[in-house]
């Protein structure tokens, strides 16, 4: 092996950067390696004096064709990032020069600089670049440099056929954010669920109003984990989002406003108060979406006009009377309390009703400014001795606070169990629903056992096997579909029936239901009669 000459490479390396020899520079730069750590310093310093149109190819040589070396002496990469840094137009013409083989520095730090004058050389690359990693490299840094001019070219890898550069395009036309970027991304949405929700994804952190409007649209998707997506979205957005769900209430669609009125009572901002009471005004066929306008108005804060929401105590649907009750209570006043004795005075079968829907909401506001009027005392204990023990232990509380004694210890009742109740699990998000679940179930015979959170439900359900599940359809964060799937790894069907209890009509949820290992399905809004029939298929009732 011949020996090098330390001096001779010195000298040579001065000459080949006088007289502008790539080639030869090369030559000696490949033995780099070969020499001493004091010599490796000596020749990169003087090629750092080199000029940097001469300099920098030979340095991208050194990292890439000389990887670990460049490893090892970290100061050759970094001369190479500071020269492009220093001089942006050789980054841009290094892009584009066919003696440079492999250009991932020059890629990556046009990306890092957030260089729109490298936009046209990185896509004139993308023309010519075969690589797959090199493509989704280039397609990446032009959204870090987020150049408008890039959204035609990064649109055509929506449609790639490699998986993964497509999710790069949308990322990258995510991070360009412009109103043609989003609706490019719109236009790709429809073919692929995964990928819908990683384009939802971007609306939701872009919020233009062409990313509002589509996570609006999603809530009308037949797939309930993109509606429980997009439901999640719109509230983290809050009161930006608010204008555009407004818009919806003036729909027919019973679903859509129904998820709709769900978001506008979470997001919780007063502008909706007059829009949702203009849908109550025109009565929707649909109790469900009664119910949701009522449960949305208990979430908000009704500076005036609430004695219009004591019409709701009167509705033909149980869970809509419940949700007007809330709402009462949320917003009550003595305009209201003076309108509830009067509905109720009459002592006539609508009063008894009142009553009943009083005392198993928990309404407590309402229940103590009747609480000292002998008729309702008289309409109250109808209910209230057989009422769950949780609903008689909290009203007990609260009229001995209030020093009424005397009607308290009536409540209490006959407090012996003949028997043991069967147990029966309930979970849904809606805490109206799991009161209403509480007074439904103890009525029928059964110790409710209720979660509003599903990932409660599956701890509980791996140590106890209830008789029957009920559960809703969209939840956060675990689906009803997605809840059953995991209870049929536990239980199956044969042992543990699921019914599935919705608002939500679609055949594709109901069919998506059925494979997931639902026994049944149960339309909202149910009553003691419904609930029975439809859990006495499985169970004696």
């Not at 818009?247 to 997001?267: A, F, Q, R």
């Not at 609480?371 to 769950?388: S, T």
Request: glycine letters at 4%; aromatic letters at 4%.
């Amino acid at each position: 092996m011949v020996e090098l000459n330390v001096e001779h490479m010195v000298e040579e390396i001065q000459a080949n950067i006088r007289t502008g020899d790539m080639l030869k520079a090369r030559l000696v730069l490949d033995h780099l390696g070969a020499v001493d750590k004091k010599t490796q310093n000596r020749l990169l310093y003087e090629l750092s004096r080199g000029d940097m149109a001469f300099t920098v190819p030979l340095l991208n040589h050194l990292v890439t064709a000389h990887r670990e070396l460049a490893v090892g002496l970290p100061i050759i990469r970094e001369t190479l990032i500071s020269h492009l840094i220093a001089c942006p137009e050789i980054l841009v013409k290094s892009l584009t020069d066919p003696a440079i083989a492999d250009k991932t520095v020059m890629i990556e730090t046009a990306g890092e600089l957030k260089l729109e004058e490298a936009t046209h050389g990185l896509i004139a690359l993308l023309a010519t670049t075969k690589d797959n990693a090199t493509i989704k490299l280039i397609i990446e840094n032009l959204g870090l440099i987020a150049d408008p001019e890039s959204v035609n070219t990064l649109t055509d890898y929506l449609y790639a056929a490699d998986r993964e550069l497509i999710i790069a395009a949308i990322h990258a036309l995510g991070q360009v954010g412009t109103n043609t970027a989003m609706h490019r991304l719109a236009e790709r949405m429809g073919t692929d669920n995964e990928l819908d929700l990683i384009i939802l994804g971007i609306f939701a952190d872009v919020q233009d109003q062409v990313s509002l409007e589509k996570l609006n649209d999603t809530l009308r998707s037949h797939y309930a984990h993109m509606r429980i997506y997009a439901k999640d979205e719109l509230v983290r957005i809050g009161i930006k989002a608010v204008p555009v769900l407004i818009e919806n209430l003036k729909e027919t669609d019973s679903d859509l406003l129904i998820h709709t009125l769900n978001v506008l009572g979470e997001i919780g901002d007063e502008s909706a108060i007059m829009p949702i009471r203009t849908l109550l005004n025109t009565m929707p066929r649909n109790p469900n979406v009664r119910f949701a306008a009522y449960e949305a108005l208990a979430l908000l804060p009704l500076r005036k006009g609430a004695y219009t929401l004591a019409a709701g105590l009167t509705d033909n649907e149980d869970h809509v009377c419940t949700a007007a009750a809330r709402a009462i209570d949320r917003n009550f006043n003595e305009i209201l309390a003076a309108g509830i004795k009067n509905m109720i005075r009459p002592q006539s079968d609508e009063s008894r009703h009142i009553v009943k829907i009083i005392v198993n909401a928990q309404v407590d506001n309402i229940f103590t400014s009747l609480a000292h009027e002998e008729y309702f005392q008289e309409l109250a204990l109808i209910y209230l001795p057989h009422a769950h023990r949780d609903i008689k232990s909290h009203y007990v509380t609260l009229l001995k606070r209030e020093g009424l004694d005397d009607f308290a210890a009536r409540i209490v009742g006959d407090e012996r169990e003949t028997k043991a109740r069967i147990k029966i699990c309930a979970v849904d998000d809606s805490r109206m629903i799991l009161n209403i679940y509480k007074a439904t179930l103890h009525e029928l015979g059964f110790d409710p056992v209720l979660f509003e959170f599903p990932a409660g439900a599956l701890e509980w359900l791996a140590k106890e096997q209830p008789a029957l599940v009920l559960t809703d359809l969209n939840m956060p964060e675990i689906s009803g579909i997605e809840l059953t799937r995991r209870i049929r790894t536990l239980y199956p069907a044969d042992t543990l029936p699921v019914i599935m209890v919705t608002t939500q009509s679609d055949v594709q949820d109901h069919e998506a239901a059925t494979a997931a290992g639902v026994s049944n399905i149960l339309i909202k809004p149910f009553n003691a009669e419904s609930l029975r029939k439809a859990m006495g298929k499985f169970i004696k009732v």
